[in-house]
């Protein structure tokens, strides 16, 4: 009689509810992947994740551990006072662009200048998901929003903002990278950053945060698998993938830990 072996299930740290999330969106990729790192660190009963505005407003409901709404790009904000406060629990932002690199950038910005013992996991979809597709702060050059239906005029409107090497500049951070969704392969990297990510919080060395290359089937008008596709052939080369900060002590950190 053949024994019948487990290989893949629902994260305990995951809730079974149906998603609001559009077909094909990766934010579930994302939250799946947030809530195995919690799992096998053993760490959701003393977990708080804090949730944005955006596409990602109803996180709460999706991770089983305790969280906390905050206003339009404050969570980091939120995450500051709740860290302070409960210095032993492990607390996490999950952004996206809109919330992270727009109305909410002086908040990341100074919360890893200060080196706030936090852990942020970013998503880039390179648009406005939530409200009707329009142009973000990372909406690539030439790419057409709703708001940019000829396509982001630079001259008009800047260049994108590359918020990982951004932050990788700020000295309380101590360790960012970005990450991709679009394959297998670039989701077990994303798995592997997420991790270090928060054990370097457990470790209290400062500010830590993952930006990860997401898609928007819906916005972009696409179907998923090109979606896909165009994550890994116009957004990677415009957001090069790598480690951009990683502090000697998250190396030896990782390195012990293997």
């Known amino acids: ?8 299930q629902r994260p305990d740290a995951l809730c079974d509810v149906p998603t609001h999330y559009c077909p094909g969106c990766t ?9 195995e790192v919690i799992d096998e660190l053993g760490v959701r009963g003393r977990t708080i994740g804090v949730s944005p505005v955006g596409c990602a407003v109803f996180a709460y409901q999706y991770f089983d ?4 709404e ?20 492990v607390v996490f932002t999950y952004q996206g662009d809109g919330d992270l690199a727009a109305i909410g950038i002086a908040e990341i910005i100074h919360a890893a200048t200060r080196g706030e ?10 648009i406005y998901g939530m409200t009707g597709g329009q142009m973000a ?10 708001s940019s239906p000829s396509g982001r005029d630079v001259e008009l409107t800047g260049y994108p903002i590359r918020m990982a090497e951004l932050l990788a500049g700020m000295p309380g951070a101590a360790y960012v990278a970005r990450q991709s969704l679009h394959s297998v392969k670039e989701i077990n990297r994303a798995k592997r950053a997420i991790a270090t990510a928060f054990k370097a919080q457990l470790a209290g060395l400062g500010f830590s945060m993952v930006e990860l290359l997401s898609s ?4 972009w008008k696409l179907t998923p698998p090109e979606a896909l596709a165009w994550v890994e052939q ?8 790598g480690e951009y900060k990683v502090t000697d002590e998250v190396r030896a950190l990782t390195r012990k830990q293997g």
């Open 137 to 146: 702060p990372t909406t690539l050059p030439g790419q057409r929003t709703t």
């Open 70 to 89: 905050a206003a339009h790009g404050r969570a980091p904000a939120m995450a500051t006072g709740i860290k302070r406060v409960m210095p032993d629990h």
């Open 117 to 126: 013992n936090i852990t942020t996991i970013f998503i880039n979809n390179a």
């Open 216 to 219: 928007c089937p819906t916005n």
């Open 65 to 68: 551990m305790d969280g906390a």
């Open 1 to 8: 009689m053949v024994e019948e072996k487990v290989v893949y």
């Open 27 to 35: 934010h579930g990729v994302a939250h799946r992947l947030v809530a």
């Open 234 to 241: 116009v957004m990677v080369p415009y957001y090069p993938l």
